[in-house]
């Protein structure tokens, strides 16, 4: 009997020490993005200013994202554009397809969308950059050279991903109503008129500045988070598929949580 309880409450200390250690784990996580996002902030307004590492970061987060931005985007918007025609039939509203469809992308699917897209192409691929930069002490060179790796680094890639979200996030826009207007007008008969009047008449400038408000919030997420991750990691090649996973996982979570704080924010 002595033993059984003994087991027991070893069992139930290590259920705890387990609890606690994840615990833990998610401050010490959350403390350590903290401090790159103060250390991102400060360096980016200090100089030297690394404008080459920027036209780079910008390159490839946002020129090298055109093309799947595009065939999601334009293939986003033939769905809604396909569901919504066939759903406004029951209510005589097939006139009003094209600007629910403007709305829906220009509020949520296009600041959504093309960001999670960043984040599987650009993000992942940061974070294993830097990963591996740090595992080879390639991070450690650059400290001993006497230059910030947060400036070097970071801050660029941080700049890069809140200028090039956005453009990206009007690129998905306008390809998803293109993709749209294919499918409810050239495929299914729609009225070209009756669809682009609509489009203006609902559609309002504040719906294109959420979209552009969100997009710009969740690219500094993607790139603090996808730089935090690959900065920190550690334990070689194991370590940087670690961080690498955390960071497309931690982005598409912190996407998807701050598009509901931002939306509750700018309807109420």
């Known amino acids: 009997m002595a033993a059984e309880t003994s087991r027991t409450g070893h069992g139930g200390r290590g259920v705890f020490d387990r609890l606690l250690g994840s615990v833990l784990e998610v401050f010490d996580g959350l403390g350590s993005l903290l401090l790159v996002v103060f250390r991102t902030l400060v360096w980016t307004v200090r100089p030297p200013y690394r404008f080459g590492q920027l036209v780079q970061a910008m390159d490839f987060i946002g020129v090298q994202s055109l093309f799947i931005v595009t065939l999601t985007g334009t293939f986003t918007g033939m769905v809604l554009a396909l569901q919504m025609v066939y759903s406004m039939k029951n209510f005589g509203g097939q006139g009003l397809v094209g600007s629910i469809v403007a709305i829906a992308l220009t509020r949520e699917m296009s600041p959504v969308f093309a960001s999670l897209m960043v984040t599987a192409r650009a993000g992942s691929a940061m974070a294993a ?123 598409a979570v912190a996407i998807l949580v701050a598009n509901y704080v931002i939306t509750s924010l700018l309807t109420t």
């Open 129 to 251: 950059e830097l990963g591996n930069m740090r595992v080879t002490e390639q991070i450690d060179a650059l400290v001993t050279m006497g230059v910030s790796p947060v400036q070097y680094l970071i801050s660029p890639r941080v700049v890069a991903s809140v200028v090039m979200v956005p453009l990206l996030c009007i690129l998905f826009t306008c390809v998803g109503m293109a993709g749209a207007w294919l499918v409810a007008v050239k495929m299914l008969g729609g009225d070209p008129g009756i669809f682009l009047a609509n489009i203006e008449k609902y559609t309002v400038v504040a719906d294109f500045a959420m979209g552009e408000i969100k997009s710009a919030c969740f690219g500094f997420l993607i790139a603090v988070i996808s730089c935090n991750q690959g900065f920190n990691a550690s334990g070689g090649a194991r370590g940087v598929g670690i961080a690498t996973t955390r960071a497309v996982v931690q982005s």
